[in-house]
T-cell receptor
Framework: SQQGEEDPQALSIQEGENATMNCSYKTSINNLQWYRQNSGRGLVHLILIRSNEREKHSGRLRVTLDTSKKSSSLLITASRAADTASYFCATDAVGGANSKLTFGKGITLSVRP | GAVVSQHPSWVICKSGTSVKIECRSL??????MFWYRQFPKQSLMLMATSNEGSKATYEQGVEKDKFLINHASLTLSTLTVTSAHPEDSSFYIC?????????????FGPGTRLTVL
C-alpha cells in the first residue's frame, strides 16, 4: 500500500524559480528518501533524511522532515529545465536488514526554459 | 557509484508466452533485490523482495506462480512473467540493496517496458 502522498501532483515553474514539493505519510518511519525519475527511466536517489534529522542539504536540494506532522518537503532552488522529471518520496518504516521502501504517487515537475 | 542494469530494456511478446527479465548489480554485491511495477503516470508498487539463495517474499495481491523470482547470486535476480497477458503490460523496475553503515541504500535499474499483445 502507498504510504507517501505528495502534493502538488503537478507543478510547472519558470527556469530559475524555486520548486517546493511536499510529502505526507501515515505511519512512523526510520528514514524518508526522495527520488527522481525521468520519463520512462529508472529512479535516481536524491537524498535520504533520517527520522532524527530535521533538515538536510545536497547541492540545490533542501529536504526537511517534520515527524510530528508526518511530512517532508523537497526544495529545488534555482531550477533548470533539466530538473523536469517526476519526483517521488519513499518511506522506510523499519530501516536495517528488513527495510523496504513505500513510494508515494509522485509529483510531475515541469521547468519551462 | 553503484550501478544496476536490467535486460532487456523493452520487450514485446504475444499473450500466453513467458518473459524473463534480468537484474544485475554490476559493481557491488546485493544483499537484497526488489522488484517493482509501475503503470503509466503512477507510483512504484513493490511486488516482491528477494534475498540471495532464499525464496522471494511477495507482497499481498501478487501471484507468486505468475511472477517467478529467482535470486541466483549476490549480483543477479530474475523475474519471469509466466503466461503473460495484456494486463501484465507495465514498466518493471528492480532495485538492489547493499549495506552501507546503519542504513541500507537501494539502487535502481533503468526499468524494463513489457508490452503483451
Amino acid at each position: 500500500s502507498q504510504q507517501g502522498e505528495e502534493d502538488p501532483q503537478a507543478l510547472s515553474i519558470q527556469e530559475g524559480e524555486n520548486a517546493t514539493m511536499n510529502c505526507s505519510y501515515k505511519t512512523s518511519i526510520n528514514n524518508l528518501q526522495w527520488y527522481r525519475q525521468n520519463s520512462g527511466r529508472g529512479l535516481v536517489h536524491l537524498i535520504l533524511i533520517r527520522s532524527n534529522e530535521r533538515e538536510k542539504h545536497s547541492g540545490r536540494l533542501r529536504v526537511t522532515l517534520d515527524t510530528s506532522k508526518k511530512s517532508s518537503s523537497l526544495l529545488i532552488t534555482a531550477s533548470r529545465a533539466a530538473d523536469t522529471a517526476s519526483y517521488f518520496c519513499a518511506t522506510d518504516a523499519v530501516g536495517g536488514a528488513n527495510s523496504k521502501l513505500t513510494f508515494g504517487k509522485g509529483i510531475t515537475l515541469s521547468v519551462r526554459p | 557509484g553503484a550501478v544496476v542494469s536490467q535486460h532487456p530494456s523493452w520487450v514485446i511478446c504475444k499473450s500466453g508466452t513467458s518473459v524473463k527479465i534480468e537484474c544485475r548489480s554490476l559493481d557491488f554485491q546485493a544483499t537484497t533485490m526488489f522488484w517493482y511495477r509501475q503503470f503509466p503516470k503512477q507510483s512504484l508498487m513493490l511486488m516482491a523482495t528477494s534475498n540471495e539463495g532464499s525464496k522471494a517474499t511477495y507482497e499481498q495481491g501478487v501471484e507468486k506462480d505468475k511472477f517467478l523470482i529467482n535470486h541466483a547470486s549476490l549480483t543477479l535476480s530474475t523475474l519471469t512473467v509466466t503466461s503473460a497477458h495484456p494486463e501484465d503490460s507495465s514498466f518493471y523496475i528492480c532495485s538492489a540493496r547493499r549495506r552501507t553503515g546503519s542504513y541500507n541504500e537501494q539502487f535502481f535499474g533503468p526499468g524494463t517496458r513489457l508490452t503483451v499483445l
